[in-house]
């Protein structure tokens, strides 16, 4: 079903628009959802936890391939080996396309069908943005992610913006199984529906934008093994200690919260925005998250 319409009327009084942080701040308590645990990743690095909410409503099978991986253990002392500036940062085996130095997959199969996108009706939710954009006709928000929609085929897919997680594949469509994922840190909607999303991630981006760039001549690939952040860990978060998880929420963008947040971004006036924009593009917006009241300290 379609969310909350996103056209508020523009600023007209010339008041200042409200800051972001006191329109989170008023958000109901029903307007936030809570992490399902069976569908959260944490994968630890030696600087810190980065958290991954997957996506199985979208890419089913390699949500579950990749559940699979993550319980035997497989991204246990990987790397993120590939980060090439304004575009991704790449981890899992970095010798996973030679099949004498591959780790082996255990039980997770290795080829799998392409999920790029899928078909949509009315019961989906989405929440249309007001602006155009160059890579679909509609674009909007559904269960939190962005999404790009294609009414003339009904097809859905997830936007690969800031902080997207997908899997990385060879040129066989069906080689893409999740035991190499890659999170986007600059501009990569030139991927849209060419590869499976998994999921996005909530908390821990600088921990992944901010590695030193590898070699450009190598698509970002390090050069070096030293050069590679290690994996100490990645675990689901229904298979870790309810004490030892990260409780965080995010705010519904089916919300009149999120609509306000929209429309602040869209008309933004204040002492140093003199002259709203007027538009907003679907990576140009970041759900909010926080830690759950019930667990803050």
């Given at each position: 079903m379609l969310g909350l319409s996103l056209t508020a009327g523009v600023h007209a009084d010339g008041?200042?628009?409200?800051?972001?942080?006191s329109i989170v701040k008023a958000a109901k308590p029903s307007e936030w959802r809570s992490l399902d645990p069976a569908n959260t990743l944490y994968m630890d690095l030696p600087d810190g936890r980065v958290v991954i909410e997957l996506a199985p409503w979208w890419s089913p099978a390699h949500v579950a391939n990749l559940k699979t991986l993550v319980r035997e253990h497989y991204f246990d002392r990987t790397s993120v080996y590939r980060v090439q500036d304004n575009f991704v940062a790449q981890w899992g085996d970095p010798d996973s396309d030679n099949p004498k130095?591959?780790?082996?997959m255990g039980t997770a199969k290795t080829h799998l069908p392409p999920e790029y996108d899928r078909a949509y009706d009315?019961?989906?939710?989405?929440?249309?943005?007001p602006d155009g954009d160059v890579y679909a006709s509609q674009v909007g928000f559904s269960h939190g992610f962005p999404t790009a929609r294609d009414p003339k085929t009904h097809r859905t897919w997830i936007a690969h913006c800031y902080g997207t997680?997908?899997?990385a594949r060879d040129v066989d469509p069906t080689s893409g199984n999740g035991n190499t994922l890659y999170a986007v840190i600059g501009e990569a909607?030139?991927?849209?529906?060419?590869?499976a999303v998994a999921g996005r991630v909530i908390q821990g981006m600088p921990l992944l934008s901010s590695l030193p760039r590898g070699d450009d001549a190598n698509i970002g690939v390090y050069a070096k093994p030293s050069q590679r952040t290690p994996i100490l860990r990645v675990r689901l978060?229904?298979?870790?200690p309810v004490a030892?998880?990260?409780?965080?929420?995010?705010?519904r963008t089916d919300s009149p919260t999120f609509a306000r947040i929209v429309d602040a971004k869209r008309h933004r006036h204040d002492?140093?925005?003199?002259d709203p924009p007027g538009h907003l593009s679907l990576c140009g917006l970041e759900v909010p998250t926080r830690v759950d009241p019930a667990f803050a300290h």
């Open positions: 008041k200042d628009t409200p800051s972001i942080a130095k591959a780790k082996s009315a019961s989906m939710t989405f929440t249309p943005l997680v997908g899997v909607r030139r991927i849209d529906h060419n590869l978060a229904a298979d870790v030892q998880r990260e409780h965080l929420q995010v705010l002492a140093f925005y003199r």
